[in-house]
């Protein structure tokens, strides 16, 4: 149970709230042509930088609680550094973790889905199929299913949700290949293994935040129903797509694999299934269609009784699934708890995409409340397009609802999510992404604005890159990777690229001085920095604040 945060003896605070304000997927590079960022028109975004204290953020890798330095940072960790104040070991870690030791194999989760199966039923894993390790990892499918094999599981299929985001737009065939001889390995008179079905990330399945049911249902009907156009393979359907379509791998159309005219892996009575993503956004709603009897949100045809587990427990507050095979982090002692304990009311915004982000993850991926009184959620529809047909998105809508909050002076604290740099920075379209970042900078003068007004201070900052590299670049040159007809090689992924964290205050930062950045600084070095300027001693168990009262 956390405590009352004590106020500062050298400071008061600032007069006027605070405001957080996450550039989702806005980080910094170096100038090139593949830099959204700096190719923008941004004047607000260059004052702050030119005239106002800032530091660089790592945030990727064990900054974030991930297992190296090469691994990506992504917008779920990253905002649970950010409202948390600390590092977590988090959902890649944890999961290997928990393979290496074995403790995955002696749950009673494993268990139940090895022993449901060792009659005539089939054990099914979907996920994302690569090792972008954002969402998942095919080394942890690798070792699933070589362990289902050692405990008499005679029968695998394995339905691939191709990437192409985080990880090379058109990679898919690196990962099919290699587990096509991977499964041949392992295959035998005893263990029957095939690839079932799949589809781009972006076209079926992984929906978030209940933005497109759509594109469960079509998972849906290809997994388990297996409805859809056939082929003999994965890698013949890859192919085929791409010569058809012209579209990087999270686009291409779901697809079936079937032999004599017969899908080769339907969903069956019997059968166990295991969604093994160990992020949790994309992978609820499809946990819902396996395992809410009274599910309402699309007609399944056909409920198979099955059982079913995710790799982790993707929201701890409604249990979603039922079952799982590893536990997620404990997060405790976040912001929003010592806010809530110390009376200071709260607003988070965004729109629908990163909604989740400023809240559920915000708070330790709690996704109900710590005071109702206390706490206001308001979430902006997002718009139902691909994101480079209006790069913009929702964020003039985010920021006149924000600035209506701001003046009814019912918040001291407040967060705000815009999504712009990194939804849009994902379609690899350089141009629309671009113009994404000149729509947020329009709003973050009207913003700023207001925060003069009141007399308030805001932090600037972002929970990883994106926008900052829209190409694919060599790592010994940095120079821009070329397609063969000479255009550049668009990138989807997230970055390794620090963030840039702004503090903005014209009426107190005469009492504080900012810290020297010496490239020690993280994500969760922000929520120290958000209680003081609120004239708060931060907890000792929370990472240092960026600023030093004087």
């Given at each position: 149970?956390?405590?009352?945060?004590?106020?500062?003896?050298?400071?008061?605070?600032?007069?006027?709230?605070?405001?957080?304000?996450?550039?989702?997927?806005?980080?910094?590079?170096?100038?090139?042509?593949?830099?959204?960022?700096?190719?923008?028109?941004?004047?607000?975004?260059?004052?702050?930088?030119?005239?106002?204290?800032?530091?660089?953020?790592?945030?990727?890798?064990?900054?974030?609680?991930?297992?190296?330095?090469?691994?990506?940072?992504?917008?779920?960790?990253?905002h649970n550094a950010l409202g948390s104040g600390q590092v977590f070991?988090?959902?890649?870690?944890?999961?290997?973790?928990?393979?290496?030791?074995?403790?995955?194999?002696?749950?009673?989760?494993?268990?139940a889905l090895v022993s449901n199966v060792k009659g005539s039923g089939t054990l099914h894993f979907i996920g994302l199929f690569s090792d972008g390790n954002v969402h998942s990892h095919i080394d942890h499918l690798k070792a699933m299913i070589s362990e289902a094999k050692k405990e008499g599981v005679r029968r695998v299929r394995v339905h691939i949700l191709l990437d192409g985001r985080d990880v090379g737009e058109t990679s898919a065939l690196n990962y099919i290949e290699p587990f096509e001889e991977f499964m041949a390995s392992l295959r035998d008179d005893s263990f029957d293994i095939k690839i079932a079905s799949g589809g781009g990330r972006m076209k079926i399945t992984m929906d978030r935040y209940e933005a497109d049911w759509?594109?469960?249902?079509?998972?849906?009907?290809?997994?388990?129903?297996?409805?859809?156009e056939q082929f003999a393979s994965a890698a013949d359907a890859v192919n085929a797509y791409r010569e058809r379509y012209h579209v990087i791998d999270q686009d291409l159309p779901p697809f079936v694999i079937a032999e004599n005219g017969k899908p080769v892996g339907t969903v069956e009575d019997g059968d166990s299934v295991i969604f093994y993503n160990f992020r949790g956004d994309r992978a609820i709603e499809i946990s819902k269609a396996f395992d809410q009897e009274n599910f309402d949100k699309f007609d399944r045809v056909r409920y198979p009784k099955v059982v079913y587990a995710g790799m982790l427990e993707y929201d701890g507050d409604t249990h979603i699934p039922s079952r799982y095979l590893v536990s997620p982090p404990e997060i405790t002692n976040t912001m929003t708890e010592y806010l809530c304990a110390t009376g200071v009311t709260e607003l988070a915004i965004s729109e629908t995409q990163k909604f989740g982000h400023v809240t559920y993850f915000w708070n330790g991926n709690y996704s109900g409340k710590f005071d109702d009184k206390l706490e206001t959620y308001i979430e902006i529809k997002s718009d139902v397009v691909p994101f480079e047909q209006r790069p913009w998105m929702k964020c003039a809508d985010i920021t006149d609802k924000l600035i209506e909050c701001m003046r009814s002076g019912k918040y001291r604290y407040l967060r705000v999510n815009f999504p712009n740099g990194d939804m849009v920075g994902h379609t690899g379209n350089l141009e629309a992404t671009i113009c994404s970042m000149e729509a947020l900078d329009l709003q973050l003068a009207r913003i700023l604005a207001v925060v003069d007004e009141l007399h308030g201070a805001a932090i600037i900052t972002a929970d990883h890159g994106n926008a900052d590299e829209m190409y694919e670049t060599d790592k010994k040159t940095h120079a821009p990777k070329a397609n063969k007809d000479g255009s550049f090689k668009a990138k989807t992924s997230h970055t390794l690229n620090p963030v840039p964290c702004i503090i903005y205050d014209n009426f107190t930062s005469d009492c504080y001085k900012i810290k020297a950045d010496e490239g020690k600084f993280g994500l969760s070095d922000v929520a120290a920095t958000n209680v003081n300027l609120l004239g708060y001693a931060a907890p000792e168990e929370w990472d240092t604040s960026l600023i030093e009262v004087k």
């Open positions: 149970m956390v405590t009352k945060l004590e106020k500062l003896k050298e400071f008061k605070g600032v007069e006027g709230p605070v405001l957080t304000i996450v550039m989702d997927g806005v980080g910094l590079a170096p100038e090139g042509p593949g830099n959204a960022v700096k190719r923008a028109y941004t004047p607000t975004l260059d004052m702050l930088l030119e005239k106002y204290p800032w530091v660089k953020l790592k945030a990727h890798g064990t900054a974030v609680g991930l297992p190296s330095d090469d691994d990506m940072g992504n917008s779920e960790v990253g070991a988090q959902g890649a870690k944890l999961v290997s973790a928990s393979i290496e030791s074995g403790k995955m194999f002696a749950s009673d989760t494993w268990k759509s594109m469960v249902e079509r998972g849906w009907h290809t997994h388990v129903l297996g409805e859809g």
